[in-house]
């Protein structure tokens, strides 16, 4: 069975300073892992995707995440926050073989002026 | 490329009453899904359908019907509203059944039952 938890349901930064949105999973099988962004009022898009090649993933926006087997976590990093990134951030899981994907509960994501 | 087309994209609704939410992609995917959207719940998956003629439940499929007739077209029905079926729904869909893939998500249905 696949899980995953969003340890933290709120962020808050200042512009110009690192993110930081943790995301740990659970399956049995090798999973494929996702991060997508959702801004208010809109639909989905996905930031980047973790599909056994390299653990070091990077996506749209400046944002890279990094699988780390041994920890079972996908945190999702920015070297420096811009105001067009305050959104809600969802982390996904699916086990290999199947794409019913499994949503963290997400993590909103406040930045200050 | 309009990719997945959900309309409409707010409906109040009264106790009781039924209507079909419609999504409706351009992209030849076999996938597609419905998932509603709750304040701290995250996305829960209510029906999904893997190609024309096939549907199966997810999550929380309860007061919600859908079919397939085809690949484009994956209608979400509601039987008998309930105020617990206020939430935002978004239809997503993806080019085959496998892990490997990410999914693309229309603009999302804003659902008031009064």
């Known amino acids: 069975a696949q899980s995953v938890t969003q340890l933290d349901s709120h962020v808050s930064v200042s512009e110009g300073t690192p993110v930081l949105l943790r995301c740990n999973y659970s399956?049995?099988?090798?999973?494929?892992l996702f991060w997508y962004v959702q801004h208010p009022n809109k639909g989905l898009q996905l930031l980047l995707k973790?599909?056994?090649?390299?653990?070091l993933v990077k996506g749209i926006n400046g944002f890279e995440a990094e699988f780390k087997k041994s920890e079972t976590s996908f945190h999702l990093t920015k070297p420096s926050a811009h105001m067009s990134d305050a959104a809600e951030y969802f982390c996904?899981?699916?086990?290999?073989?199947?794409?019913?994907?499994?949503f963290g509960r997400g993590t909103s994501l406040i930045v200050h002026p | 490329n309009a990719g997945v087309t959900q309309t409409p994209k707010f409906q109040v609704l009264k106790t009781g009453q039924s209507m079909t939410l419609q999504c409706a992609q351009d992209?030849?995917?076999?996938?597609m899904s419905w998932y509603r959207q709750d304040p701290g719940m995250g996305l829960r998956l209510i029906h999904y359908?893997?190609?024309?003629?096939?549907?199966d439940q997810g999550e929380v499929p309860n007061g919600y019907n859908v079919s397939r007739s085809t690949t484009e077209d994956f209608p979400l029905r509601l039987l008998s509203a309930a105020p617990s079926q206020t939430s935002v729904y978004f239809c997503?869909?993806?080019?085959?059944?496998?892990?490997?893939?990410?999914?693309?998500f229309g603009q999302g249905t804003r659902l008031t039952v009064v």
């Open positions: 997503a869909s993806s080019p085959i059944w496998g892990a490997n893939t990410e999914a693309f």
């Open positions: 399956s049995s099988y090798s999973p494929s």
């Open positions: 973790y599909t056994s090649a390299a653990t």
């Open positions: 996904v899981v699916s086990e290999g073989g199947s794409y019913i994907p499994t």
């Open positions: 992209m030849n995917h076999e996938y």
């Open positions: 359908s893997v190609g024309a003629g096939i549907t």
